[in-house]
Antibody, heavy 123, light 105 residues
Framework: EVQLLESGGALVQPGGSLRLSCAAS????????MSWVRQAPGKGLEWVSA????????YYAASVKGRFTISRDNSKNTLYLQMDSLRAEDTAVYYC????????????????WGQGTLVTVSS | DIQMTQSPSSLSASVGDRVTITCRAS??????LNWYQQKPGKAPKVLIY???SLQSGVPSRFSGSGSGTYFTLTISSLQPEDFATYYC???????FGQGTRLETK
């Protein structure tokens, strides 16, 4: 059974940093691209970032580019999102999601999702 | 930037109804369109990918169609468990639509 378990969400002050983790199990982690998608309270879904299976390529939404860094450790079956220079508008539930293939190319979709971790940016 | 616009934003319907949700892209995206369902407090779940392919395990009452800039998600006979919010997403530049909330009439 595929499982994705996010952790690391917390209350952080504006300008601060946070690292989210997503522990994966039930599939061969190193074969698949992974994504982060967020949802602000009461709002819709926003794709944040993705990384290919070998970590050769990373992709970012314009709203987080230069502030967030996605990475993965295939030996630990874990996905990360390093979030720096956090802003109030980054407040959201952050979901980790498995892509259906390894490349995050055109035509990808996310076939499994974690339950999310809440990040609150406030003073 | 590609913009995705769903309509309606909300919809009231009854069990057994046929329901259609529309998603328009601001430029052609071929068939690179996914549909997700999200229930309150839960993670999204993929229903349809590549505009019309049914994800394994998803009931056949769900169907998708379209290409280019115009796409639809149809539920042929609404069931109680289908009341949720639905999102389209183009998998060309990852943008989601704003969502359609399907409520019981």
């Amino acid at each position: 059974e595929v499982q994705l378990l996010e952790s690391g969400g917390a209350l952080v002050q504006p300008g601060g940093s946070l690292r989210l983790s997503c522990a994966a199990s039930g599939f061969t982690f190193s074969n698949y691209a992974m994504s982060w998608v967020r949802q602000a309270p009461g709002k819709g879904l926003e794709w944040v970032s993705a990384i290919t299976n070998s970590a050769g390529r990373a992709y970012y939404a314009a709203s987080v580019k230069g502030r967030f860094t996605i990475s993965r450790d295939n030996s630990k079956n874990t996905l990360y999102l390093q979030m720096d220079s956090l802003r109030a508008e980054d407040t959201a539930v952050y979901y980790c999601a498995k892509d259906h293939d390894g490349e995050h190319g055109n035509g990808y979709h996310c076939d499994y999702w974690g339950q999310g971790t809440l990040v609150t940016v406030s003073s | 930037d590609i913009q995705m616009t769903q309509s309606p934003s909300s919809l009231s319907a009854s069990v057994g109804d046929r329901v259609t949700i529309t998603c328009r892209a601001s430029q052609s995206i071929g068939s690179y369109l996914n549909w997700y369902q999200q229930k309150p407090g839960k993670a999204p779940k993929v229903l349809i990918y590549d505009a019309s392919s049914l994800q394994s395990g998803v009931p056949s009452r769900f169907s998708g169609s379209g290409s280019g800039t115009y796409f639809t998600l149809t539920i042929s006979s609404l069931q109680p468990e289908d009341f949720a919010t639905y999102y389209c997403q183009e998998s060309y530049t990852d943008k989601f639509g704003q969502g359609t909330r399907l409520e019981t009439k």
